[in-house]
C-alpha cells in the first residue's frame, strides 16, 4: 500500500514561486509514474505533469508549460512540483497520484488527499 502525502501549498501573489512535495509511506514510489493533478473550485479536475518511473519522461500541461518543472527524487521516495511565475489561475487544490505514465486520473493507483494553492492577484 502506498499513501501518498502532498505539503508545500500555500498563499502566495501572482508571479510568486511554490514547491510542492508528494511523499510516500508504506511502499516506495521508485516502481511508478507521478502525476499531479489540480482541480479550482466549480471546475473540472485537469491534469498538470507527469514524470516518469525514472525521471527521464515529462510531459506538462500546455497551461503550466515552461513555468512548472515536475521532478522527483526515488532516495527518497519524493516527487515535486516547483511552481514559478504563478498566476491567480492557477489557484487550485493540487493532488498527485502514482501508477501509469498516462496523465489520466483513472490509470493512477494511489492518489493524495491534495495541497491547496491560492495566488493572489
Known amino acids: 500500500q502506498v499513501q501518498l502525502i502532498e505539503s508545500g501549498g500555500g498563499l502566495v501573489q501572482a508571479g510568486g514561486s511554490l514547491r510542492l512535495s508528494c511523499a510516500t509511506s508504506g511502499r516506495t514510489l521508485t516502481a511508478y509514474a507521478v502525476n499531479w493533478f489540480r482541480q479550482a473550485p466549480g471546475k473540472e479536475r485537469e491534469f498538470v505533469a507527469s514524470?516518469?518511473?525514472?525521471?527521464?519522461?515529462?510531459n506538462y500541461a500546455d497551461s503550466v508549460k515552461g513555468r512548472f518543472i515536475i521532478s522527483r527524487d526515488n532516495a527518497k521516495s519524493t516527487a515535486y512540483l516547483q511552481m514559478n511565475s504563478l498566476k491567480p489561475e492557477d489557484t487550485a487544490g493540487y493532488y498527485c497520484?502514482?501508477?501509469?505514465?498516462?496523465?489520466?486520473?483513472?490509470?493512477?493507483?494511489?492518489w493524495g488527499k491534495g495541497t491547496l494553492v491560492t495566488v493572489s492577484s
Open positions: 497520484a502514482a501508477g501509469k505514465y498516462s496523465g489520466n486520473w483513472n490509470d493512477a493507483d494511489y
Open positions: 514524470i516518469g518511473v525514472f525521471g527521464r519522461n515529462r
